[in-house]
């Protein structure tokens, strides 16, 4: 019941900072989908008592129970994931000024109904997709019952953020609505998942400028906020400072050489030959003894080996030091000018460079690195080497 209804309960402490944020200004109606035991929906309680209405609803029997001991709530019952939502929650659409909501993170099959409800709203198309996420559901059912002008304040799972399914799904959002902010919440603040979440402040009117509010809550403390630009968002929500590219353009001519391996894990097992996979990091010395006949995918002495993707392995690297080894598609083989080799060895095992892993892989049941984010991070760091003026 807890897994497959998501019943995951946002903690005191996310309730509150997600209270924060939010103007309870000119608000007299709130609806909260999928109240759970009223995490969200009490926080605003607390704020506007009896001078809101609100109208919360959640599947589970029990968390009614327990939301009707507020008898200003009109509770119902139901699956919000239903037609007609507005009918059986005797709630127009386009009347509502605040929505709150966490909702289940768990997988539908997609509807032509459900297929015209995102698009109508400008949340992506998703016509042929078999399966739908039930976040995006409540998202745009929320943003159905906003009145113009109202405020939704809404928690999002890792894909919202760095999916590349949702790429449609941020580029609507962010051109069709205004996104207050955005506030990245830490690993691990909800047990069902290791992955990032984020709290979204959005106000359903056309946005007036492009500039989105990004913040990161780290360590019970709301970080500095940066602007960003919406539409270098679409890809993903990349909450760390943009880097200077002043730096980058001098380490430009430095030839650097990304390579992803082409065959895959299992190909390469049955293949009999010797391999390099993201399950030998532990294992290899960095020698190896591998013969093919051709060069695909295949990495030489004073290259680097570094796992693209995996759960706990993602960014381990390792120089080789001898011979030739074929990688499989979960490895990029990196090389640098030979005089950066010995910088790269000592950056690697830096806590700068786990910090870098942890800011930019991203996935929800595993991790993955973007080409684009190594090859950022390889000029920067030779740019850095260099040092100023471009002098090694
Ligand atoms: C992640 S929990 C969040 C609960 C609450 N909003 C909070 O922040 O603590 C999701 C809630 O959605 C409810 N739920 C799951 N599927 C639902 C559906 N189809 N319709 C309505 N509620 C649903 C679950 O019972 C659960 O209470």
């Known amino acids: 019941m807890r897994i497959s209804l998501s019943q995951y309960y946002t903690t005191p402490e996310v309730s509150n900072l997600f209270a924060s944020l939010i103007d309870f200004s000119n608000v007299e109606s709130v609806i909260d989908l999928g109240a759970g035991e009223g ?76 297929t015209k409800l995102l698009d109508n709203l400008h949340l992506g198309y998703y016509g042929g997709c078999k399966s739908i996420s039930s976040d995006l559901i409540f998202l745009a059912y929320n943003l159905l019952f906003l009145r113009e002008n109202g405020v939704l304040a809404i928690i999002l799972p890792n ?63 709301l970080g500095e906020p940066i602007f960003k630009d919406s539409s270098l968002l679409y890809n993903r929500i990349d909450f760390r400072e943009s880097r200077p590219l002043v730096n980058v353009a001098i380490a430009g001519e430095a030839k650097i050489e990304i390579r992803r391996g082409k065959f895959t894990h299992k190909y390469l097992k049955e293949s009999k030959s010797l391999y390099f996979h993201t399950t030998h990091f532990k294992t290899s010395d960095g020698c190896f003894r591998g013969e093919y006949d051709d060069k695909i995918s295949v990495a030489s002495k004073n290259s680097f080996l570094m796992a693209r993707v995996g759960k706990r392995c993602v960014g381990k690297v390792l120089l080789v030091k001898d ?41 929800i049941c595993s991790f993955v690195m973007t080409k684009g984010d190594v090859e950022e991070m390889l000029l920067r760091k030779i740019a850095e080497f260099r040092g100023p003026g471009g002098q090694d």
């Open 323 to 363: 011979g030739n080894i074929r990688y499989s598609d979960c490895v990029y083989n990196i090389i640098v000018p030979k005089k950066y080799i010995s910088c790269f060895v000592s950056y690697f095992e830096s806590t700068e460079y786990k910090e870098w892993i942890k800011d930019v892989a991203h996935g």
């Open 159 to 221: 894909g919202a953020l760095s999916g590349e399914r949702y790429k449609k799904f941020r580029e609507g959002l962010f051109s069709y609505y205004t996104v207050e902010q955005i506030v990245e919440l830490p690993e691990k603040a909800f047990d069902y998942t290791e992955a990032k979440t984020g709290i979204f402040v959005i106000r359903k009117k056309r946005p007036d400028n492009s500039l989105i509010q990004l913040n990161r809550y780290v360590n019970g403390q």
């Open 39 to 114: 995490a969200l929906v009490n926080e605003v309680y607390k704020e506007l008592k009896k001078k809101a209405t609100y109208v919360v609803a959640d599947i589970d029997k029990t968390n009614c129970l327990k939301l009707k001991d507020n008898k200003e709530y009109k509770v119902y019952n139901i699956d919000c994931t239903n037609q007609n939502l507005s009918q059986r929650l005797h709630c127009k659409y386009s009347t509502i000024d605040m929505a709150v909501c966490n909702p289940p993170y768990g997988i539908l099959d997609n509807t032509d109904f459900y």
